[in-house]
């Protein structure tokens, strides 16, 4: 059967959002989570609907890819294929040739799991390997350490605290209440929580959302922030531990977060919190 290159639309997205739950696993190659669907949703489901690529061969999905942004595509494949010769030559062709929808022309940024075989062909079609990321993962066997500080979970009515802290955390940030109603009403969010951190004088100095990927798999932070008023008083390693918590609550196995590796804070955060570093990965880029 010849693969197909499809967009899943609006009434597709549970199936995307279901073949990737199932494809998380300990040890998996850090790449595309459910968590980072449900984060894109804070555009709507229609925007996201139309950022997602799957690869499919006689109605099984082998890959799903997100447009992360303008020439991002980040790619993950079903664990059994990702040395599939017909799907990485597929795969090529579809993010090299503009006319098929993937990738437009130009500059051009891939993420794909390491080892994959599309990482060489990509290679061989001339496409450089880009600055390296530090995955940081947390085993979530053992209770996590209280974090110190009052955590609230985030619902509806604090939709607009959730929102200004991510605003002052992140330069550049355009996130809304707006945006987390819209990203609540995703699938992915059934098992996802927002937490808030304050300090003693009732501040809301962090944030983070954690996605779970279902019981005894790897549960995701996408994104942490601390207050940028806020910093340097340890409130980072503590909304991070409540984040563990929290996905340790909801049955994950191991709290996983990824970062620029050139980030020496926000490494030395995620260690302080108890998270160990995995292998570096990097993207691949196609030059403009």
Not at 154 to 176: L, M
Not at 237 to 242: D, K, Y
Request: net charge negative; hydrophobic share 40%; charged share 20%.
């Amino acid at each position: 059967m010849a693969i197909v290159l499809g967009e899943p639309g609006v009434d597709g997205l549970s199936e995307a959002v279901g073949v990737l739950r199932e494809w998380q696993y300990e040890g998996a190659p850090t790449q595309l989570h459910p968590g980072d669907l449900g984060w894109f949703w804070r555009s709507g489901a229609e925007a996201t609907a139309a950022a997602v690529r799957t690869w499919s061969r006689d109605g099984r999905i082998l890959a799903v890819g997100l447009l992360d942004g303008p020439g991002l595509l980040r790619l993950t494949i079903a664990p059994a294929d990702r040395r599939d010769e017909e799907l990485a030559r597929q795969l090529v062709a579809d993010v090299t040739e503009p006319e098929r929808g993937v990738l437009p022309e130009g500059k051009a940024n891939i993420e794909a799991p390491m080892g994959a075989l599309v990482q060489d062909l990509l290679s061989e079609n001339g496409w450089n390997t880009d600055e390296p990321w530090t995955p940081l993962r947390r085993d979530l066997t053992e209770p996590v350490q209280d974090p110190g500080v009052r955590i609230e979970v985030a619902g509806p009515e604090q939709a607009q605290v959730r929102a200004a802290v991510q605003r002052a955390a992140f330069d550049g940030s355009s996130f809304t209440a707006g945006h987390w109603h819209a990203m609540a009403t995703g699938s992915p969010y059934a098992d996802a929580r927002c937490l808030i951190a304050y300090d003693d004088q009732g501040h809301a100095v962090a944030a983070v959302t954690v996605w779970s990927a279902g019981p005894g798999r790897p549960g995701l932070l996408e994104p942490m922030g601390v207050h940028r008023e806020h910093r340097r008083h340890g409130h980072g390693r503590a909304i991070t531990l409540a984040a563990a918590a929290a996905l340790r609550e909801l049955g994950s196995s191991s709290a996983l977060v990824c970062t620029p590796s050139s980030n020496a804070a926000a490494v030395a955060t995620c260690e302080a919190a108890g998270f160990r570093q995995r292998p570096e990965v990097r993207d691949l880029y196609r030059p403009a």
